[in-house]
């Protein structure tokens, strides 16, 4: 039975080297040549990193475009997580065979990790098995194994004697408790990730044959010892990497690339913190208004929230209370359910928020907090009402005239459709993060708003007044 903890609890764990591990990671990173590639299945995988490519699209010319660039890695934001099952498959089956075509054109090896979300929802293991399957059956390439690591620091979900954790307040909660493992679409019943996967996989891979990697071996800052452990994982067996601070998976890494000299080959499904410390990404201070904003604008900003899960909606009713002076607009999603009635929501919406934007207001769209479930329906019709609604939604920024000071976008499916739909970006850069785990892009050229900033900001991100506090430090 795993139980609630309290976060103190980490306290009673041997401490890491943190120079020792950095030293590990940053030597083995020295030697290796290989383009990361990361396929983010919503638009907040980039939580960690800054002044990377995230491309929205996986043409041969976008994934050729991210082989060429001089960075380690680059990130195709394929949003599978909107997608149904078979939808999905095919959006990993096109990138992985245009991933191989650029590797040969270029020369130069990949490596794939499949970033989603830290609290475990996600098309699993479709996505990784897709890829594995179509690389294997089109190349010389054979993967031993799937390296599986959804620690993610800066929203306090970590990995303690393999069950996995979220943390809420000073508690510790295993992940199948909290409100993310009742999720319509990907839900799941256990913590322990090697139960997790045995779950997923419908016992495929049973959780006794797993390979574990334990804090005492990280924080031993043994890395042979991880890469002695890879040596022997074969038959795509599943790796379960614990991790409580960066400075862990820093060991593993430097252990994992030790097992690619060797010519070891694993894919990843992680959360955001493996692609920050594969590409060698260092740390930058949190950006300020001064470093998104540009001055001379004098429009007004807007803030759209589709997420439903409690802590937006935590963020939001603090938001409203503290800052009252921001133009607040309800998206009924009821109206789904009526003929036109997403249409005319949409409409409503647009139009008010055009003109609190002209006007140097700042806008507060909002879905409405009551979330419809649709009696009776399975998890594939449930997630198209909610694309239909996200689709809505994301129409009002589409209608916009006026370019805002800034956009935030609350929620997975709601981000993404902003950025790819609404905005139309092909390609952003990665500004960097206005508080722990909520990145800004920055829009091209050719977008909607060109070189305008963009705050993906997590549903399940950040404590009570995060929102409120982004929100402040943006409108000065």
């Not at 943190?18 to 940053?26: C, V």
């Not at 599943?238 to 097992?259: P, R």
Request: charged share 25%; with cysteine; glycine share 8%.
């Amino acid at each position: 039975m795993c139980e609630i903890v309290g976060i103190d609890a980490m306290e009673l764990l041997p401490r890491t080297n943190t120079a020792q591990a950095d030293a590990l990671l940053q030597s083995a990173l020295s030697r290796q040549n290989h383009k990361i590639v990361v396929l983010d299945d919503d638009p907040t995988g980039v939580q960690t990193v800054h002044g990377v490519n995230v491309y929205t699209d996986w043409t041969h010319h976008s994934i050729e475009e991210g082989f060429a660039e001089e960075s380690t890695l680059f990130f195709i934001l394929t949003n599978t997580r909107s997608m149904g099952r078979e939808e999905a498959r095919e959006v990993n089956q096109e990138i992985a065979l245009r991933i191989l075509d650029a590797s040969i054109k270029y020369h130069k090896p990949f490596v794939l990790v499949s970033r989603s979300d830290s609290t475990l929802r996600g098309h699993y293991p479709l996505e990784t098995e897709t890829l594995r399957d179509t690389i294997e059956h089109n190349s010389e390439i054979r993967y031993d194994g799937e390296i599986i690591c959804p620690f993610f620091r800066e929203g306090g979900r970590l990995t303690l004697k393999n069950v996995h954790y979220v943390r809420e307040g000073k508690m510790l909660v295993p992940a199948a408790m909290t409100e993310f493992a009742k999720d319509k679409t990907f839900g799941y019943h256990h913590s322990h990730l090697g139960k997790w996967c045995e779950e997923k996989t419908a016992s495929a891979y049973q959780a006794k044959d797993m390979a574990y990697v334990s804090l005492e071996c990280l924080r031993s800052g043994d890395s042979k010892a991880v890469t002695e452990l890879l040596m022997g994982v074969h038959g795509f067996q599943k790796v379960i990497v614990n991790a409580a601070e960066y400075a862990d998976v820093q060991v593993f890494l430097a252990g994992y690339l030790g097992a690619l000299d060797k010519g070891k080959q694993f894919i990843f499904r992680s959360a955001a913190a493996i692609p920050k410390l594969l590409g060698g990404i260092s740390d930058r201070p949190l950006l300020r208004r001064a470093d998104i904003v540009q001055p001379d604008l004098k429009s007004g900003g807007i803030i759209l929230v589709g997420s439903h899960v409690q802590k937006t909606t935590l963020q939001l009713k603090l938001l409203q209370q503290a800052m009252p002076e921001l133009i607040g607009l309800e998206f009924d999603v009821c109206q789904a359910l009526v003929p036109g009635g997403l249409l005319a929501q949409a409409q409503r919406v647009a139009h008010l928020a055009e003109d609190a934007v002209a006007m140097g207001k700042t806008a507060r769209v909002y879905t409405s907090r009551k979330r419809l479930d649709l009696a009776g329906a399975d998890e594939e019709e449930q997630l198209r009402v909610s694309v239909r609604i996200s689709d809505a939604v994301t129409s009002v920024i589409a209608k916009l005239k006026t370019q805002p000071a800034f956009i935030i976008a609350k929620g997975g499916i709601t981000s993404s459709d902003v950025g790819t739909k609404a905005l139309r970006v092909r390609r952003a850069l990665v500004m960097g993060q206005v508080a722990p785990g909520v990145p800004v892009w920055k829009t091209d050229e050719q977008s909607k708003f060109a070189g305008m900033p963009y705050v993906i900001f997590p549903g399940n991100v950040g404590e009570t007044r995060t929102l409120l506090d982004v929100v402040k430090e943006l409108c000065g």
